[in-house]
């Protein structure tokens, strides 16, 4: 019997944004955040189903390259930018709450990472039964968490700092953003 040659389930490759338009960046991101986050939950769906294969690893690796190199960058983006310029020029008791839950969140979603990463670095070199059903439901709680945190950055964050911040900040942000992922790369 022939199967038909695996498909992807990710492209992490579709064009960015340029980083002299850092707000339009962060959002490419949280675009890319959620192409990995339904794509891990594909591989739960894959996995639970007994529907292994090369996809699967592949998608696996590319998730978790994502998660551990862009991801991270992301998070000190906003750390870095956005927050303490909301936090210092917004007398708003609910947006300042809605911020310092997104610090929150930050540990959090580092943390589950940090315990997710460990199984998922195994099914992706073919290591299947290290990606249990423990590790499925850990995934869906990281994907929740991750994608109400982006919801609540583009609703609430995102727009206060696009009239909070002037064309020299952005571009300060955008040079700061570029450098920390020249300085990675190196």
């Known amino acids: 019997m022939t199967y038909p040659a695996p498909t992807?389930?990710?492209n992490f490759d579709a064009p960015a944004t340029r980083f002299d338009e850092p707000l339009a960046m962060l959002q490419a991101c949280h675009d890319r955040v959620r192409l990995g986050l339904s794509t891990l939950l594909e591989i739960g769906e894959r996995v639970a189903a007994g529907r292994l294969?090369?996809?699967v690893h592949r998608a696996a690796a590319e998730v978790l390259h994502y998660f551990d190199q862009a991801a991270p960058h992301h998070h000190e983006d906003e750390e870095q930018h956005i927050f303490p310029c909301v936090l210092a020029?917004?007398?708003?008791?609910a947006v300042r709450a809605a911020v310092l839950k997104l610090q929150?969140?930050?540990l959090a979603m580092e943390a589950q990472w940090a315990r997710l990463r460990v199984p998922l670095a195994a099914l992706a070199h073919g290591r299947a039964e290290a990606y249990d059903l423990r590790q499925i439901e850990a995934a869906a709680h990281f994907c929740a968490l991750y994608a109400s945190h982006?919801?609540?950055?583009?609703?609430?964050?995102?727009?206060?700092?696009?009239?909070l911040l002037d064309r020299a900040a952005l571009r300060t942000m955008g040079e700061e953003m570029a450098g920390r992922r020249?300085?990675?790369?190196a």
């Open 8 to 10: 992807a389930l990710t």
């Open 53 to 55: 294969d090369g996809t």
């Open 89 to 93: 020029r917004t007398v708003d008791d």
């Open 104 to 106: 929150e969140d930050h």
């Open 150 to 163: 982006a919801q609540r950055e583009e609703e609430v964050v995102f727009p206060l700092a696009a009239l």
């Open 182 to 185: 020249r300085a990675r790369k």
